[in-house]
């Protein structure tokens, strides 16, 4: 876990570049664009090629960044590539008076990424091999910056099938989604109580739990589905217990039989969330969302993820007798939706079940 508004590279604000440096208190004049150091005030021009000879630099465009005019400025500490390839092949060089140590900010303050030098300075601003830098002589696009952790909000999709959360309060997730976490954290069996294991028995509708508590940042995910959040407020979303990932503790949730089914038709029982706070679902692929007040709405009852707790359900029978001599079309159940509302529909209904040997 890092601090929040500790130095490091971040996506330039402006778009103009790949990342500019945040100092910890300010965005700097220093960027990086498709690998190239540059300088570029916030609200200045495009990047343009090294001067030379006695040119002098438009004052807004971005231009190549020197390792001494960097330091000087406060800037991340850089050097440029024939400077690297003579302080990587040759002995450590020390520092000029004046000067920040290797593994030291201009500032005083130590760099990002665990006292480390900046992703994408890991290449050049490094002494001698094993000189004790974690990146030295390390590159590509997964160490330089474009990976790290996503810190611009508490709760969050680090990617498209990773979850982030800092936490605060603790929350829940399905049993064994962490992937991984940074900082004091405890994870702990969440029990849903005899009226939720009773009817978990009855329905086969299963939501294993964990409270996940303490300081820190948790990383979740389940078999590399898309994850998509969700907040509620003083509202009700019925989901299939298989594509809830995590969400608030703030939340109370049960599980519910969906209107229109019963226990005998199987599969027609959902865990129902209400209340204010948020929640974190899963998708086997990119969803669809329908507005079930513009006309009769149906889904497959394994396709469906989720809905609006508000919406009139009811199940829909399509068995015609063709099917008992293998004439069946394979859509012989699904779910009417009626009222306003939105329906989320996942582009898969679930592994097929491996026949018996």
């Known amino acids: 876990m890092t601090d929040p508004n500790a130095p490091s590279w971040r996506p330039d604000p402006e778009g103009r570049y790949d990342y500019r440096w945040w100092d910890g208190q300010h965005w700097t004049e220093h960027v990086s664009h498709q690998g190239q150091m540059l300088q570029a005030p916030l609200g200045g021009g495009g990047p343009q090629p090294p001067q030379t000879g006695d040119q002098t630099p438009d004052s807004g465009a971005a231009q190549p960044q020197g390792g001494a005019h960097a330091q000087a400025a406060g800037g991340p500490p850089f050097t440029h590539a ?160 298989k594509n809830v990932l995590a969400f608030a503790s703030s939340l109370d949730w049960n599980i519910e039989r969906v209107k229109g089914g019963s226990i ?47 919406l009139q359900t009811q199940l829909k029978m399509s068995f015609k007798a063709h099917a008992l001599i293998g004439r069946g079309s394979g859509e012989a159940i699904q779910v009417s939706f009626y009222g306003q509302g939105f329906v989320i529909v996942q582009p898969s209904e679930g592994y097929p079940q491996a026949a018996a040997t």
Not at 101 to 113: L, S, T
Not at 291 to 303: L, M, V, Y
């Open 82 to 241: 024939g400077e690297a390839a003579q302080v990587q092949t040759g002995a450590p060089q020390q520092p000029q008076a004046g000067e920040p140590a290797p593994g030291q900010h201009a500032h005083g303050a130590q760099p990002a990424f665990g006292g480390q030098y900046p992703p994408h300075q890991q290449a050049v601003a490094v002494a001698a091999p094993g000189a004790g830098h974690g990146f030295a002589g390390i590159t590509g696009d997964l160490i330089d910056g474009r990976f790290s952790e996503k810190e611009a909000r508490a709760i969050g999709n680090q990617n498209s099938k990773m979850l982030r959360v800092r936490l605060g309060e603790p929350f829940l997730a399905r049993q064994g989604s962490m992937v991984a976490y940074q900082g004091n954290v405890d994870f702990s069996f969440e029990g849903g109580g005899a009226s939720r294991f009773i009817k978990k028995a009855l329905t086969g509708e299963g939501l294993p739990l964990m409270r996940v508590a303490g300081q820190g940042d948790v990383f979740l995910a389940d078999r590399a589905y898309d994850v998509h959040l969700l907040h509620l407020t003083n509202s009700a979303l019925s989901v299939s217990g």
């Open 264 to 310: 005998a038709a199987g599969g027609l029982f959902n865990t129902t969330l209400r209340g204010t706070g948020w929640v974190a679902l899963t998708t086997d692929g990119p969803p669809v969302v329908l507005n079930a007040a513009e006309a009769p709405t149906f889904a497959d009852t394994n396709a469906v993820v989720a809905w609006s707790a508000n």
